[in-house]
């Protein structure tokens, strides 16, 4: 299958952005800014002179700081230096893999435009803006997003190779939670190409001052060319992704959420089948291993009965699952972000106060503040204690990390 370029049109000739959302189609804006002072941003000097003075988070991949360091450098602390002084960085040291990943977009930059009016459609929710810059080469590997919203995402300088796959095809990719488990930033050129080809991906090299709609919960491989600056406007949250996002992740919950809820009105086409996935993973449950059990068997029956056109048949021969086993490198590989070692022991019911905070400590991992949890637990009518909230919590803080790292119902 040939790569699918994506189309290209000026914010005059977008007639019907409601049909992209509809058929979740990408496609490129080339001007959804003009006249706005960020449109305007078309040099590193002229983003120092207007947004020199913006802090930001500087930092290394966590993808990269998992699989490449020794444990005793992973967690490397990240810096807080302004754009101006990231762009002197990256002067004088040009071969740098220091970036901001991605923070909150700072007021001086949100000021420099206005919302876009297509980000009002969908469902009615706040906007979310997101600021990155990065040096020339650096990745941004395989993935999709938690957030379950629609991105227009922005290049303010240098370029951007992108490729998005459609959320149907994740049981080819070997997904680990929200990652693509095969390192494809490692692949050479050509190799990378057959493989997004091969999974009839969409790509596009993104210029500066174009904006790249990428639907929800698709997957995506950002490469950038040159230094850059970019932002990205998410929206159209309906408040059924609020709560299936709350499930663990993985390629599972990915297709389910996304066909359970309509992207245009935000409305669940199923709503029982909604409520029956967060019973099951808000059930009540001795340990872990059981509110894992069912929740994979909820999700799983959700995925075969409402994505029709997503992949039912795995992709991957036994042979795989058979090499990640044996295989300590795989093995890693097949666990992705989690340290094996780093984990508390996770199969005990609930949890130690120290074995606690080390889990909060992977800010990451832990999706379920408790507030958001009492809130749910609320809902489900639960009202626990102190004591039993904090079990709870372990308990599906412990389910979270599990789920990463399933192996029974995992593709092969
Ligand atoms: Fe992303």
């Known amino acids: ?76 602390p990240d810096e807080t230096l302004s754009l101006r002084d990231y762009f002197a960085l990256l002067e004088r040291v040009p071969g740098t893999d220091r970036f901001c990943r991605e923070q909150a977009l700072p007021p001086l930059v949100r000021s420099a435009f206005d919302l876009p009016g297509i980000s009002r459609l969908g469902p009615e929710s706040k906007p979310v803006c997101m600021i990155y810059a990065a040096n020339d080469g650096l990745v941004a590997p395989l993935h999709f997003d938690l957030d379950q919203r629609e991105v227009l995402f922005t290049e303010v ?23 693509c488990s095969f390192p494809v930033h490692r692949f050479a050129e050509e190799e990378r190409e057959a493989f ?97 059990h069912a929740t994979v068997a909820a999700l799983q029956e959700a995925y075969s009965s409402v994505c029709a056109s997503s992949l039912q048949k795995p992709y991957l021969s036994g042979w795989f699952k058979a090499l990640m086993q044996q295989t300590p490198a795989k093995e890693a590989l097949y666990y992705g972000y989690y340290e094996p070692a780093k984990l508390p022991g996770e199969s005990s019911e609930g949890c130690s106060e120290a074995d606690l905070k080390s889990l909060q400590r992977l800010g990451r991992v832990n999706r379920m503040e408790p507030e958001k949890l009492d809130e749910l637990c609320r809902d489900y009518g639960l009202a626990p ?15 979270n990390l599990m789920f990463g790292r399933y192996r029974e119902d995992w593709p092969v």
Request: hydrophobic fraction near 40%; charged fraction near 25%.
């Open 196 to 292: 997004f080809a091969f999974n009839d991906a969409h790509t596009c090299l993104l210029e500066p001052g174009e904006t790249l709609y990428i639907p929800k919960l698709w997957w995506h491989y950002l490469a950038n060319v040159g230094v850059t600056l970019a932002f990205n406007v998410r929206f159209g949250l309906a408040p059924a992704s609020v709560r299936l996002r709350t499930l663990p992740s993985n390629y599972l919950n990915q297709n389910v959420s996304r066909e359970l809820v309509d992207p245009l009105t935000g409305k669940a086409s199923d709503p029982r089948c909604v409520e029956q996935l967060l019973a099951a993973f808000y059930g009540d449950y001795p340990g872990p291993e059981e509110r894992l």
């Open 157 to 179: 300088l240098g370029r951007k190779r992108i490729y998005l796959v459609r959320p149907g095809l994740a049981a080819r990719l070997c997904p680990i939670r929200n990652f």
């Open 1 to 76: 299958m040939p790569l699918r370029p994506i189309a290209r049109v000026s914010s005059r000739e977008l007639k019907d952005f409601r049909a992209n959302l509809r058929e979740q189609e990408p496609i490129i804006i080339t001007d959804l800014y003009r006249g706005s002072r960020i449109a305007e941003v078309d040099s590193i000097g002229r983003a120092a002179q207007e947004f020199g003075d913006i802090r930001l988070e500087i930092g290394r991949s966590y993808f990269d700081q998992h699989y490449d360091e020794p444990q005793s450098q992973a967690h490397e």
């Open 385 to 399: 204690s102190v004591a039993e909230l904090k079990r709870r919590e372990a308990n599906i803080l412990y389910t």
